[in-house]
């Protein structure tokens, strides 16, 4: 007697992997930024991103324990330097957001990422401008300009961090990019997590105040979900094309949204939806673009 395949085999199918990978993270990094905005009613931001580093850290622990000192051998200290101030400026801009704006608003205005990444690899690496990607960018603006209606609406302070944190994170990535070209992965990942954790401690000081036990689960709970966010993300981006998975990312609006909704009571409004679909479908164009030009190169 045959034994059936294709339901197993479509389970186990790269596409339905990165799918499910990509909403899981979704859903965690949804978690993790409502998570944010809870405890932000009664921490200061600067602190919740104290204590996101410093869990972040002891997650990294086990890792340095066994790569041992020889994960800290590197030539370009001062750029690892350089990467962290940058990294922390967007986390500290982010956080801040997220007291201050919906979580839905924030969420989608953070969709952008991918649009400022491409314009720095223009500025950065001098990669060729192509009618496509400039196009890309201009619906991508479009779509930001969506959620904060310039002129209609007073723009809130939550919003224009949002886009700072975002544009300073593309930044980052950039810096991460040059930097794998002489450095392993984890001493890159050692490095942010070491040298933003006290800066942001020096930082927090000026707004201190000890955490109850209450939100300490709760500051647990953000780096938690955080570290598994960006695991299944790379889980995602591993078995399947970008330009599959890009589009997924819009499951972080879903998720956003019922957060923000059970737990605040915050409902976004039709403006934030359409220019969040605009923002994917930028960031979806420069995606399949750059793999059918990587295909092309490839080939030829």
Request: hydrophobic share 55%; charged share 10%; with cysteine.
């Amino acid at each position: 007697m045959a034994t059936p395949t294709g339901g197993s085999s479509a389970i186990a199918s790269p596409a339905v992997m990165a799918t499910a990978f990509m909403v899981l993270a979704g859903a965690l990094f949804a978690s993790m930024h409502g998570t944010v905005r809870l405890v932000s009613f009664d921490l200061h931001p600067f602190v919740i991103a104290f204590f996101r580093n410093l869990f972040g850290f002891l997650i990294l622990v086990p890792l340095l324990m066994r790569g041992g000192i020889g994960m800290f051998k590197t030539k370009r200290i001062g750029f690892h330097t350089l990467r962290s101030g940058i990294n922390t400026v967007s986390m500290l801009c982010w956080f801040m957001a997220l007291s201050l704006i919906p979580l839905a608003d924030a969420t989608a205005l953070n969709l952008t990422g991918p649009l400022f990444v491409t314009l720095g690899a223009m500025v950065a690496f001098g990669e060729r401008v192509r009618i496509w990607r400039w196009t890309a960018l201009l619906i991508g603006v479009l779509g930001a300009l969506m959620i904060i209606r310039p002129g209609f609406d007073e723009v809130n302070i939550g919003a224009l961090l949002a886009i700072a944190a975002t544009a300073t994170a593309a930044v980052s990535k950039l810096c991460a990019k040059s930097l794998t070209k002489t450095e392993d992965p984890t001493t890159i990942a050692a490095y942010v997590q070491f040298l933003m954790t006290p800066v942001t401690f020096i930082v927090a000081l000026f707004y201190w105040q000890m955490p109850t036990f209450n939100q300490l689960l709760g500051l647990i709970a953000i780096g938690t979900f955080g570290s598994l966010g960006h695991l299944f993300t790379a889980k995602a981006y591993a078995i399947a094309e970008l330009s599959f998975a890009e589009p997924i990312v819009f499951t972080r609006m879903i998720w956003a949204t019922i957060f923000g909704y059970v737990a605040f009571s915050e409902v976004p409004d039709i403006w934030t939806w359409a220019g969040a679909l605009t923002i994917v479908t930028a960031t979806t164009i420069i995606s399949y673009r750059e793999r059918v030009n990587k295909k092309a190169s490839s080939d030829g």
